[in-house]
C-alpha cells in the first residue's frame, strides 16, 4: 500500500511538472506571436508614414520648382518686352535719320 500511493504521489508530480512546463511553453509562444505580429504592424505603419513625408516632400518640391520656373518665365516675358521696345525706339530712330537725311538731301 505505501508503494501504491508513493507511486501515484510520483506519477501525479511528474504529470504536474510536464503539464505546467507545457502550458508555459504554450503561453510564451502565443506572446511571441502576438509581439510579432505588432512588430509587423508598427513596421507598416512606419513604412506608410515615411511614404507619405516622402509624397509630401516631392509634393511640395514640385510646386517650390514649378514657382521658380514661373518666375523665371515671367523675367523671360519682361526682358523680351523691353527688348522688343528698344527695338521699336532703334527704329523709330532710324526711320527719323533716313528721313532727315531725305530731306537735307532734296
Do not use: H, P, Y
Request: hydrophobic share 40%.
Amino acid at each position: 500500500m505505501k508503494k501504491l500511493l508513493l507511486s501515484v504521489a510520483l506519477l501525479m508530480a511528474l504529470g504536474l511538472t510536464f503539464t505546467s512546463c507545457r502550458d508555459t511553453k504554450k503561453e510564451d509562444a502565443g506572446e511571441a506571436i502576438e509581439n510579432a505580429a505588432q512588430d509587423a504592424q508598427d513596421a507598416i505603419e512606419e513604412t506608410a508614414q515615411d511614404a507619405q513625408d516622402a509624397v509630401e516632400e516631392a509634393a511640395e518640391e514640385a510646386g517650390e520648382a514649378a514657382e521658380g520656373a514661373m518666375e523665371e518665365a515671367g523675367k523671360a516675358v519682361d526682358n523680351a518686352v523691353e527688348e522688343t521696345k528698344e527695338a521699336g525706339e532703334a527704329v523709330q530712330d532710324a526711320v527719323k535719320e533716313a528721313g532727315d537725311q531725305l530731306k537735307g538731301d532734296e
